[in-house]
């Protein structure tokens, strides 16, 4: 099944691969997109990687989270991207515009004091000053995320994917453990999920709803429930999985893990098949609930455990980043023979702020 097509979100994809969103420290300061990231798509594309999500795209000035992150906050980011998605095109893959706002994790600079968060829940990895939203900035942030995908569209890309995990605004939202709000946008799990809905709704106002809006959903916080039991995790992910599709979200990408918790997102020393495709569990359990497509990312290296997460339907798609740092063409290593797994072993040494690359030396 890995090489055989499949369609998702009215998107014939070529194969079951995805590269999922990575930071690449390679966007000028002010976001605007370069070259070099288009070389890194292109090169993927020309490699079969069946479908390409980008590096999270900010869509306000006060979501920015990194320094060369990529942004889609105004107009004048449109053609570079256009040049971007026209180099991808030029092969069978497609491409999705991964949108985000930076939430309890933007930076603070001399023109942003504050974090804006549902709740001013300290974050014990970061100095940042919070700020709890106040309904207005809360529908402000829904428009920008609805802009922000009309220009994908006009930019050429073949949909969107809101970035709902990892700590990251939309996150704070879904999880109870930063959102302790007690209005429409806090308490229950619709309330929780009421700010992505609302995007997902505009966004199929504005653009059509024939327009793929995918999610890339925290399953998890990753805290140890012994100590934290107010924090996201199984059922209640599955419950929110339910309500993102009743809302049209039409394809989900099961991640887990905020900083706060450790490394529970992008797993260190990922040396045997045990300790494989690690959120494997919580997109098992959400496929079991959902009719839409599930695609798993985790420490997935192995030809013979991404068969098994197909075959035994944990996932319909597998999804990777770092073993495409290291080898943009392991597809077709995969498909013809040449290697029964990736190189990658997770060392983490590729998240390189003056530009992501391996890193690792033998």
Known sequence: MLFEPINLCGLTIDNRFVRSATHEWLAEEDGTPT????????????????????????????????????????????????EITDRVHKYKSKIILQIVHGGRQSLITCGNQSALAPSEVPDSTSTNTLLEMTEDEIYQTIDDFAIAARRASIAGFDGVQLHCAHGFLLSNFLSPYTNRRNDQWGGSIENRTRIVTEIIERIH?????????????????????????????????????????????????????????????????????SREAYFKRYSRAIKEEVSIPIILVGGIRSLSIMNKILNEEYADMVSMSRPFIKEPDLVKKLKYNSQEKAQCISCNLCFDDKGIKCNYET
């Open 35 to 82: 070259s070099y990231i288009g070389n890194i798509y292109e090169q993927l594309a020309k490699n079969d990687v069946g479908l390409i999500i980008t590096g999270y795209s900010y869509v306000n000035t006060r979501g920015k989270s990194a320094h060369n992150q990529q942004a889609i906050y105004s107009d004048h980011f449109i053609q570079p991207y256009r």
């Open 205 to 273: 106002e504005d653009i059509g709803k024939k327009y793929p809006i995918m999610i890339k959903l925290n399953a998890t916080d990753g805290f140890d429930p012994a100590k934290v039991s107010n924090s996201l995790d199984m059922p209640e992910c599955i419950e929110i999985a339910k309500e993102l599709e009743k809302a049209g979200a039409c394809a989900i990408e099961v991640s887990g893990g905020i900083f706060e918790a450790g490394d529970i997102m992008s797993q260190p020393h990922i040396n045997s098949r």
